[in-house]
Structures are given as C-alpha cells and as structure tokens.
C-alpha cells in the first residue's frame, strides 16, 4: 500500500493551528444570533406595515398564524437540523420539504379562511395577488438569509436538494407573517400570492444551493 | 499486505450477504484503520467542543482510510496527499457544527469525495487507464512472482471496475474496498441503503461475470467479449 506521508500529519495539524475555526459553542452563537436578527427584520417589517389585518377576526387570524408558524417551524427543524447525521437529513426528506411547504401553508390557511365567515369575499385584483406575492418574498428575505448564513458551505452531498428544502422553509415563515395580514381568503389569492412564492423561494433554493450551500474547496 | 477485516467480513460491512472476492487478499492498497469510527467520532466531538488535542487523534483515525481511498480513487500520490490535507482542513473549518454523537466517517468521506470530484471537474482528472497500464508491474526476480502476479490482477480488477457504471462502482468500493457499512456508504452518496445494497450487488455480479475465472476457476466471459468484441 501507499503509506503515508511522514510529513502529512505535521503539516495538516499546523494548517489547523494557524487557522483559527469555530468551536461548537462559538457557532451555536452566530446561529443564534442570525435566527434573532432574522426574526426581528421579519417582525419589525410586519409592523411597520400596521399588524394584523382588522378586517378579519381576530381570533381566525391568530390561528392562521399559529399554524403557518408550526408548519414553518416543522419546515426549519426538518430543512437545516442534521438529525443525527454531520450529512443531514436525506435528499428524499429535503425534497419534500420543499414540496410540502407551500401546499401545507395553503391547505391551513385556506382551513382558516373557511372557519371566518366575515372575511371579504371579493375585492382581490391582480395588483392585490402581486403585492401579497412581493410581501411573502421580502417578510422571507431575512429567514432565507439566516439559513444560508448557517448552512453555507456545509454540503458535501445534495446542496440543492437542501438549498430547495430551506427556501421552502424560510418562504412558510413569510408566508406566515403574510397570512397574519392579508385580508384576503380566496384560493386563488392565497395560491398565488401565499402559497407561489414559497414556491419561488424553493426553485431558488435549488438553483443556488450547489454555490451557497455547497462545500467548496479553498 | 493483506486487506482489512472487512474486507472479508460481509456482515462487518452492512451485512449484505455479498460473498466478497478473493482479491481482497492481493490487495496491495488496502488499510487499517488504528481506532474504531466510535472513537474518532468521540475525538471530534471533543474537537468541536475546544479540546484542541483531539484533532490528532482524527487524523489518526481517518488519514490512512481516506489517503488509501483518495489514492485508489485518483492513482496519484500527491494528489492524493493534498486532497487528505484539504479534508481536514475543511473539518476543522466545520468543527462547530458536527453534531455530538454523529458518525464522523461518513461525513470525512463525502468531504473528500467531493473535494475529489470538484478536482476532476476542474480539469485536473488523470488518464486512468494509461496510469493503469504504466503501473503494470513486471516480474524482475523470482522471488516477486507471486506479488507481481497479486498485482497484476490487483490491475485487472481495478480495470474491469472503472468499466462500470459510477454509481456501482463508487458504491462498491465504499462497501468492499473502503470498509464502509451499508449506512455510511450510503449517506456518503446521499442515497438509500437499498439503493447502496442494489448498487453493489450489481457491480459484484457484473465483476463476477468477467472475473470469474477468479472467483471460482471457471471461465470468465471477457469483458471486450461481453461488448460485443468493440472494446
């Protein structure tokens, strides 16, 4: 066999030395701090917009909230946890991560529109699906940010199945704040304007995911 | 040298009932690894938790599996030497995010795989088959006969394999070459144990239809027969 290099495990253990890497704790830090940062921008742009929505009740908004937010925070946990793998979840995992995000958002939030009687019926235009589409993608820009901050360059070995499976995560939580504040329930508006661009967010997940999310070698 | 444990040991390796070839003992690439895959993993756990002494005890661990792996893989030496180095330099950038209790093998070998083919798609890919023929070895003393002839069906194998199809042949070598388990070579390709199972199995048959001669004695349909007599 080929033996090693004698010189080899000198070299690579000074390479590491003169580099300084983060230790677990010092990255459980940034993560955190970049979820906080994240869900402030998210927040406080919800807010700057006014709040929830008053022509809904009160009480179908906030379950519409609850819902899209434990479908976003499913999302998260299955699309940037490892489980218990340095690799990740499997590629069949992130795939329908990705898959199921938008449709989950949409079965729930057109569940909560149906329990609100009270909600406008008509009124929706096409200017009204492209302004809760654009919303959705900037109440998401933080989130997406935040996670592929976390996960850049991790992947050795399906990143657009992960860049897909975390797009699609991080758009359920704008998808969520969205809910929060349109008033709107047709299928059509929450297809197209809640549920699309998550949708979006997931196809370009996939098609940056190999240069973000990707290992790479220095 | 004789080939690992297991090398030999089907159920050592996943337990795929796949009777393993005898070349398994003309291997003259084949390692040991010093320290189980539990305790290396221990050893970068600690490493990520800040004990900077245990990143030693990772490379002795791994080194030797993932140089024999790297210089089997690209038939270079030195390239196999910096693609080692760069492995572990990308573990230790993401040391804080391994993941406590998490196997560390699979994880060094997806590393080194994609370093490794990021290197072929940058134009950097030797021509294997001509780096096959210059290593052919040739007898120059009696006394060599028997590791020249080990050798040169050490070669034969290494030919036939690079005629198959990747996904069998990398989940082959994973399995029977590098001693990964079903579940490590699996998540190493970011695929299914079954499919890992399916794939091997398939490289394993394939061999044995051209090998067969140096299976069990009988006559082995050439490869070059098998295409067609094109090759």
Redesign the interface.
Known sequence: ??A??PN??A???E???R?P????????RSAFLASLAAASASLGLSLALGGPTAKRRAAVVALAGVGAGLAALVATWLAAG??????GR???TLVSVSIAAPIALLAWSLVASGMDPSAPAAGETWVSHGVCFVFTLLFAAAPVAALAYVRRG?D???PRALGAALGGAAGTWGGMLIDVHCAFTSPLHLTLGHAAPIALLAALGALFGARIL????? | MLASPSLHAPAAAGGTGIVLLPWARVRTAAVEAPRSSADVSAAMSRYAGGDESAFAIVYDGLAPRLYGYLTRQTRDTARAEDLVQQTFLQMHRARGSFVSGADVVPWAFAIARRLMIDGFRRGKREVLEDADERDEPHATDPAADDLVQAQQLATRIRRELARLPETQRVAFELVKEEGLSLAEAAEVLGTTVSAVKLRAHRAYEALRAVLGDVIDGTPAESSTEKRGGTA
């Open positions: 066999m080929s090693l290099p080899l495990r070299r690579i253990l390479a590491a030395s580099e890497s983060p230790t677990r704790a010092v990255r459980s490892r489980g218990s793998s340095m690799l499997s590629r069949g991790s050795p070995v399906h990707g290992l790479r070698a220095k």
